[in-house]
């Protein structure tokens, strides 16, 4: 049971519909039902926030993740220190409210600005006491800083855990009204609840609260059920009467069930299924709307997506139908028959539709009409079944997308732990922590997800989209040096880093110190930081940002503002080994890899295999090279 981050509730604040095409497994972003009314709600959830510092894995985006198991925290070095919203447009303002860790500031400022430079200061502290303060200031901005001034400790820096500004429009969407969750708090009973050895304690008694039924009934989105680790498992809510049922929710865990259905009875006895999923994976939000009478709801799983666990709940919410909503019933289609089917030829056999009973997981995140056959143990497929997927290694760079956007490192060759006398079966470490992270300006990161949109031999093409589509493509190489970034409509995206110690030019000179702004067409970035086996703040990196001519790049705290001549700007991120190397990483950054082939041939005679490795570039600037730099493995020359 993998345990998700803790959350503030807000539902439906955040559901997104499940719509009929969910069924067959595409992406849960359809439709949102905003709620009527006009009551100010946090509008700076899920937008992009930018600080003057930040210490490793407590970006700035995580004081408006609407977590209050996450948060930002500034480096210790000052006392003055910002961090600011943007709300993406230029809204009504009608309060801000402030969710302190313990290093609060206790002088601090509220200012407005529309243009990230000029602020306007709208509200003053000099007594702050931390804990949740509110601020009933309105106004109109786009951007929405608290400044920081004095510190409650002084040894540490700063840190929130939310900094949410409250309006009516904001880009962030209204909470959406369902109306009263009539299952919160009511009996539920569970065909099992897991039993596993390390529940137990030394004297042999089980303990299962953390996996009782009543935790998928109590509100909270960081307590669940889990079911014995079988098939044929469910979980029953008693509502105490019979109502017309207008929607259910399913919150997912990791161990979510692969095919179930939602079922309804009058007596608890009697059965009619009134929705079915036959692709179901991890964290499905399955938000399902309906139309059907009864007392009892009971969700029937039939297979797990893990093999490890039983099925998972965080929360199972009933709401009643109101009149005036959208009526949605469902054809229920037959269960897949899995059996043993004899080829055309005679010569053989196979197993159909053995993928919705075995342990497989389905690919989910991939573009519409992307159907070509695709191998299920290549280097980029966690991609295709998990959300953002896992860390991928190109070598030298790995790359993984997030809320935040495509984070970027550069492996080395990595190093063995610190080993006993008898330890066996070690594994070689490398570096994991980001060093860069590119975001789109505009990203909505409470509906960011990832989809594969093509590959080829040895390239994987990766979106990063949310409600509004694709906001950017990543074109990742095994082997090469170069990530390729194509923007869509955003004409500027950020650079982020909390280890970034220099901006160069060619020659090594450093930018961005005397002035905040320059245009140019690449600049070179230093990374420093204790991603090492010694954990010392002596492992350095570089990078060559290569972009269109007249590209301004502005200097906002631990942020690099990218802004671009005009819409869908372009970037490739170069990781190279001397700052040296910039001008000719930058030659060839332009170069774009669009198709990846390896053909081979086999001599009989001499019993060689020689393989060709080819790629096809597409160049973004006239005038440079229309070759790339690609990596030999260490297969490819060590001897």
């Not at 692969?258 to 608890?268: L, M, R, T």
């Not at 290569?546 to 005009?566: A, L, Q, R, W, Y």
């Amino acid at each position: 049971m993998i345990n998700r981050k803790l959350g503030t509730l807000v539902r439906r604040g955040l559901a997104t519909v499940l719509t009929a095409a969910m069924i067959v497994g595409l992406f849960p972003y359809g439709d949102k039902v905003k709620a009527a009314d006009t009551t100010p709600y946090v509008i700076s959830q899920g937008r992009m926030a930018y600080a003057s510092s930040s210490q490793d894995n407590s970006d700035a985006i995580l004081a408006v993740d609407g977590s209050l198991g996450t948060r930002w925290e500034s480096t210790w070095k000052s006392n003055t220190e910002w961090l600011y919203v943007d709300l993406g447009k230029t809204t009504d303002i009608t309060s801000i409210q402030l969710h302190w860790e313990g290093a609060y500031a206790t002088s601090y400022k509220i200012q407005f600005s529309n243009d990230e430079e000029n602020w306007v200061d709208k509200h003053s502290v000099t007594n702050g006491k931390g804990g949740v303060e509110t601020i009933n200031i309105t106004g109109t901005a786009r951007y929405v800083r608290v400044l920081m001034q004095e510190k409650a400790l002084t040894a540490f820096g700063y840190s929130l855990y939310e900094f949410q500004v409250y309006g009516r429009d904001g880009l962030t969407e209204r909470p959406v009204d369902y109306g009263e969750n009539i299952a919160l708090g009511k009996t539920v009973t569970a065909s099992s609840l897991r039993d596993v050895w390390w529940m137990y304690d030394d004297k042999g008694v089980i303990n299962q609260s953390a996996v009782l039924a009543t935790n998928a009934v109590d509100g909270k989105d960081n307590t669940y059920w889990t079911s014995g680790e079988n098939d044929n498992q469910w979980i029953c809510i008693d509502l105490g009467r019979s109502y017309t049922i207008g929607r259910v929710v399913i919150d997912w865990a990791s161990d979510a069930g692969k095919i179930y259905d939602i079922q309804v009875s009058e007596d608890g006895q009697n059965w009619t299924t009134v929705y079915r999923q036959l692709k179901g994976y991890g964290y499905e939000d399955a938000d399902v709307p309906m139309h059907v009478n009864g007392r009892y709801v009971r969700m029937y799983g039939y297979t797990r997506v893990e093999s490890g666990s039983g099925f998972s709940i965080y929360e199972l919410q009933v709401y009643p139908y109101k009149a005036g909503d959208k009526i949605v019933n469902y054809t229920i289609g037959e269960m897949p028959k899995s059996e043993i089917i004899q080829s055309k030829t005679g010569k053989g056999s196979y197993l159909s539709d053995a993928m919705y009973y075995e342990k497989t997981k389905f690919p989910i995140y991939l573009k519409d009409g992307l159907t070509a056959p695709i191998d299920s143990n290549d280097w980029w497929q966690s991609a295709l079944i998990n959300k953002f997927g896992n860390l991928m290694s190109m070598l030298p760079l790995k790359a993984k997308y997030s809320t935040k956007g495509l984070s970027v490192l550069t492996a080395t060759d990595g190093w063995l732990p610190t080993m006993g006398e008898t330890d066996v079966n070690v594994s070689v470490l490398s570096e994991t922590v980001p060093d860069l992270y590119v975001s789109p300006e505009n990203l909505d990161a409470l509906t960011a997800y990832d989809q594969v949109s093509g590959y080829s031999d040895y390239a994987v093409n990766l979106d990063l989209c949310d409600k509004n589509g694709v906001a950017m493509t990543s074109t990742m190489v095994k082997g090469s040096p170069y990530i390729f970034v194509d923007f869509k409509d955003d004409i500027a995206a950020f650079l982020s880093g909390a280890n970034i110690t220099n901006i160069f030019d060619d020659n090594g000179n450093a930018l961005l110190t005397n002035v905040n702004t320059i245009t140019t067409d690449h600049i070179g970035i230093e990374v420093t930081d204790n991603d090492n086996k010694d954990k010392t703040n002596t492992a350095k990196s570089y990078y060559c940002i290569t972009v269109p001519e007249g590209t301004v790049f502005k200097k906002m705290g631990s942020s690099i503002k990218v802004t671009f001549p005009s819409a869908k700007g372009y970037m490739s991120i170069g990781s190279m080994t001397a700052k040296t190397q910039l001008r000719t990483f930058f030659e060839h950054g332009y170069a774009f890899v669009k198709d990846t082939s390896v053909t081979y041939t086999y001599n009989e005679n001499t019993s060689n295999i020689t393989t060709k490795y080819q790629i096809t570039t597409e160049v973004k600037r006239v005038g440079f090279s229309n070759q790339t730099i690609q990596c030999l493995l260490p297969h490819q020359w060590k001897k």
